[in-house]
């Protein structure tokens, strides 16, 4: 398995400007989580999946985030209007939970997003 | 709720040393995992060790190995025989498989020196 892949790698937008992450995750893996990680706040959860299907959302900043999984290999992260203070690093993750055989998260190398 | 606590903003180590980093965390479960992640320049997230709450054996792999105290609540990483490319940040994190949300501390970057 190639992991967990995330697109684009970087991203410069100005601000007002609609943006989307996305994030393919491990096939097999029945949960997926966006982070957000700055140097200020560190790694904060914004939101997780279970089987395609919003579980906690309590992270999501505001009104202006938005996180859709329409299928079990696909996941997006839409921020609109982006303003700079999103500038961030957003990483997905995914995981098989449950049981003895956690083994945490494996997490998709990340798309820094500077918003000008 | 849970919380991880990293004290050590930054250490440093020089090559082939060994250096121990710190971290407790609180909970009033049981019955949970532990984990340090170690994040490279590559800013690509990586698991290091994984330690089960249940079982008293402290994990190892290669030349990573934890101090998993329980009762304590404490879980240090030691890093023994230090390579150039175990610099990085190094992130403490707390999670119950049931219900899959981990908790992350803040992190300590790690220098190597030559």
């Known amino acids: 398995d190639a992991g967990v892949i995330q697109s684009p790698r970087h991203e410069v937008t100005e601000m007002g400007q609609e943006v989307t992450l996305r994030c393919k995750p491990i096939?097999?893996?029945?949960?997926l989580f966006w982070y957000r990680q700055t140097m200020m706040r560190g790694l904060e959860l914004l939101i997780y999946?279970?089987?395609?299907?919003?579980?906690?959302d309590s992270g999501m900043p505001e009104d202006r985030f938005s996180a859709k999984m329409p299928n079990a290999s696909f996941s997006t992260l839409k921020i609109q209007p982006s303003e700079p203070r999103d500038s961030a690093v957003y990483f997905c993750a995914s995981s098989l939970g449950l049981g003895r055989g956690y083994y945490g998260y494996t997490f998709g190398s990340g798309t820094r997003l500077t918003v000008v | 709720a849970q919380t991880v606590t990293q004290s050590q903003p930054e250490m440093s180590v020089q090559e082939a040393e060994t250096v121990t980093l710190s971290c407790t965390y609180d909970t009033s479960e049981s019955d949970y995992y532990l984990f340090w992640y170690k994040q490279p320049p590559s800013r690509q997230m990586i698991l290091v060790i994984r330690q089960e709450a249940y079982k008293q054996q402290n994990a190892t792999e290669n030349r990573f190995s934890v101090n998993f105290q329980k009762a304590a609540k404490s879980f240090s990483l030691k890093i023994s025989d230090s390579q150039l490319g175990d610099a990085a940040m190094y992130f403490c994190?707390?999670?119950?498989?049931?219900?899959?949300?981990?908790?992350f501390g803040a992190g300590t970057r790690l220098t190597v020196k030559p």
């Open positions: 096939s097999g893996h029945d949960y």
């Open positions: 999946f279970n089987n395609n299907v919003p579980i906690d």
């Open positions: 994190a707390y999670g119950k498989g049931n219900n899959n949300d981990m908790r």
